[in-house]
């Protein structure tokens, strides 16, 4: 079975432009949640979504948005890019939105604002 | 808000077990992770861990679970040097959708 899938795999940008990234969720799973890693740090939660609706939100600015399509697929739009935007994005899927939910990632997508 | 702390990094030799120590503040904390992070690599889900357990065991990963002290282990019986990777703590309230990181543990296993 085929996993979390990314796209695209690395990103370059310059500050001020916008930028969509999207992930494809595990076969079944209806839930994708997005994190944000910094190099040397864990994942911080950005959103998560579950059958297209915002289920939850990190603490970050409105530049961040998201959603997810009916097939589950989402996408990640950050507007204004800064330099400290600079991340891996990770996407994640579960099966459901609560309780022990497990979940799994993808390989991200490396974005680099220069 | 919740915050998750590790040890930066752990080094030990091949064959030799690994602890790998996390502690949360969160004390509605309901449910407990552990991530592994290779290079240039998305986070595997190793395993996780109900906050009314005190152990679980699955083939050579141990959890231990200290509920009163908010601290969570992970020993990692006869390491290899596959097992060399970040290792990222995780919690999560039970009704939350939020999932917070530590900071990971980065492992390495000495031949």
């Known amino acids: 079975d085929a996993g979390v899938t990314q796209s695209p795999t690395h990103l370059i940008k310059t500050r001020g432009q916008h930028v969509t990234l999207r992930c494809s969720p595990i076969?079944?799973?209806?839930?994708v949640s997005w994190y944000q890693q910094v190099l040397g740090q864990g994942p911080q939660f950005i959103f998560q979504?579950?059958?297209?609706?915002?289920?939850g939100r990190g603490n970050f600015p409105d530049r961040f948005s998201a959603r997810q399509f009916p097939n589950y697929s989402s996408e990640l739009n950050v507007n204004a890019l800064l330099l400290g935007d600079s991340a891996l994005y990770l996407c994640?899927?579960?099966?459901?939105?609560?309780?022990?939910?497990?979940?799994?990632f993808g390989p991200g997508t490396r974005l680099t604002v220069t | 808000g919740e915050d998750v702390e590790q040890s930066l990094f752990l080094s030990v030799r091949e064959g030799d077990s690994s602890v790998i120590n996390c502690t949360y503040t969160?004390?509605?904390?309901?449910?407990l992770y552990w991530y592994k992070q290779e290079p240039g690599a998305g986070l595997q889900l190793l395993t996780y861990?109900?906050?009314?357990?005190d152990m679980k065991q699955d083939q050579r990963l141990t959890v231990l679970l200290n509920k009163k002290d908010k601290h969570l282990s992970l020993r990692i019986a006869d390491t290899q040097t596959g097992d060399s990777a970040i290792y990222f703590c995780?919690?999560?309230?039970?009704?939350?959708?939020?999932?917070?990181f530590g900071p990971g543990t980065r492992l390495s296993v000495l031949p």
């Open positions: 995780a919690s999560k309230e039970d009704y939350g959708q939020n999932f917070v």
């Open positions: 076969s079944g799973h209806k839930s």
């Open positions: 979504y579950y059958e297209k609706e915002e289920r």
């Open positions: 861990i109900f906050s009314n357990m």
């Open positions: 969160d004390s509605s904390s309901t449910y």
């Open positions: 994640a899927s579960s099966l459901v939105a609560g309780g022990t939910y497990e979940q799994y």
